[in-house]
């Protein structure tokens, strides 16, 4: 799902249009204010020309610069504290004045230290979540829709607990996990177990609750992925890359606060793909990145699948979490009508 380089510059278009609102804004905030407090107006005419002043007075005295640098800052300070005091005194917050941005980390720009911001890596994503519909999905997938009943409460197989009891007991922990993601950014889980026993909804909700709380979330079938890799892999590096490029998807696969990588084992496997899924899933690891892989085959399975490296990773990394029941998508074509599991 890369962002094309039109869609890329609508979005700096909407920044631009962003700064020139949050300029607007504070202009028409400045009047205002002048306009009902004359003596504020005063203030920010010697503030702005109190700098000038300052200099010509150090090039006629040639006096201690730390001195006047000093004497500068009291005198700027005790006209900011006047300044202040007005303000609440008239009912304006102390902060009136000021610039106000949707995003004070990079100040509606973009980026910070000329690295991307998150804000503007998560606009990215919810650009290509749009064209494939993904936000749609999320509206209908999410906890709120989430219905424990549909699990059956009779024992299953030599499994200890209920296909209900053991998705309470994984949607007890995945809501700790949310509710504490702040602090557990590296946390992983691998959800593994057969079809249709509710993984792929439980990432859905999971999605939402983490974008709800401002974080930057990619929701990828394994399929996608190791697409996305390959051409990232097989690009043509014998030119240098645009703007856009270096904002493409495979380079958030690795940045985002949370990677959901779903249906592990429906991708193309060739020794190259797994390798590229290794280096995702081990640059994750080492940069404290949280991920969640789901998939329908048993760990035996993935053991035989995938690279000795790749297996001892998830093993080693990974909460291991199993998904246990009837299959929910088949029960509910014989039963009456119920969200998708």
Same mark, same amino acid.
């Given at each position: 799902?890369p962002?094309?380089?039109? &869609?890329?510059?609508?979005i700096l278009?909407?920044? =631009?249009? !962003? !700064? ?7 202009r028409?905030h ?14 920010d005419?010697?503030? %702005?020309s ?5 200099m010509?007075e150090?090039l +006629?005295?040639? +006096?201690?610069?730390?001195r ?9 300070q005790?006209?900011v504290?006047?300044?202040?005091a007005?303000?609440?005194e ?5 902060d ?8 004070p ?11 991307r ?13 749009? +064209?494939?519909?993904i936000?749609n999905?999320?509206a209908?997938?999410?906890?709120q829709?989430? *219905? ?7 024992s ?12 309470q007991?994984?949607? *007890?922990?995945?809501?700790?996990y ?7 950014? &590296?946390?992983?889980?691998l ?10 909804f ?7 609750e ?18 996305l890799?390959e051409?990232?892999r ?5 030119? %240098?890359?645009? !703007?856009?490029?270096d904002? =493409?998807?495979?380079?958030m696969?690795?940045?985002? &606060?949370l990677?959901?990588i779903d =249906?592990?084992g429906?991708?193309?496997?060739t020794?190259l ?6 280096h995702?899933?081990n640059h994750?690891?080492l ?12 760990l ?13 990773r ?11 029941? &009837? ?8 039963? !009456? ?5």
């Amino acid at each position: 799902m890369p962002v094309s380089d039109q &869609d890329f510059k609508k979005i700096l278009l909407e920044y =631009d249009e !962003r !700064r020139a609102q949050a300029a607007a804004e504070q202009r028409a905030h400045v009047e205002e204010v002048h306009r009902r407090l004359p003596q504020v107006r005063a203030i920010d005419a010697e503030l %702005e020309s109190f700098g000038i002043r300052a200099m010509k007075e150090y090039l +006629q005295t040639r +006096q201690d610069p730390r001195r006047l640098i000093d004497g500068v800052r009291l005198h700027v300070q005790s006209l900011v504290t006047e300044k202040e005091a007005l303000l609440r005194e008239a009912g304006f917050p102390a902060d009136y004045l000021e610039l106000h941005y949707l995003c004070p980390e990079c100040r509606d720009t973009g980026f910070v230290q000329h690295q991307r911001c998150r804000c503007l890596t998560q606009r990215l994503i919810d650009l290509a979540y749009s +064209q494939s519909n993904i936000k749609n999905l999320l509206a209908l997938e999410n906890f709120q829709t989430f *219905d424990i009943s549909l699990f059956s409460p009779s024992s299953f197989g030599n499994e200890p607990a209920t296909p209900r009891e053991n998705m309470q007991h994984i949607q *007890d922990t995945v809501m700790k996990y949310i509710w504490h993601f702040s602090d557990t950014t &590296d946390a992983n889980f691998l959800f593994y177990g057969s079809t249709g026993t509710g993984k792929t909804f439980l990432c859905n909700c999971i999605a939402k609750e983490i974008l709800d709380q401002g974080y930057t979330v990619l929701y990828e079938t394994a399929y996608e992925l190791c697409s996305l890799l390959e051409k990232q892999r097989f690009r043509d590096r014998s030119r %240098e890359r645009t !703007r856009e490029e270096d904002l =493409d998807l495979p380079d958030m696969i690795l940045d985002s &606060d949370l990677l959901i990588i779903d =249906d592990l084992g429906t991708e193309f496997a060739t020794s190259l793909s797994v390798a590229d899924l290794f280096h995702c899933i081990n640059h994750r690891l080492l940069h404290s990145k949280s991920t969640i892989i789901s998939t329908n085959l048993a760990l035996s399975q993935l053991k035989k699948q995938y690279s000795d490296r790749m297996f001892s990773r998830l093993l080693g990394s990974y909460q291991l979490v199993k998904f246990y029941g &009837d299959d929910i998508r088949t029960k509910k074509k014989f039963t !009456r009508p119920v969200r998708e599991a």
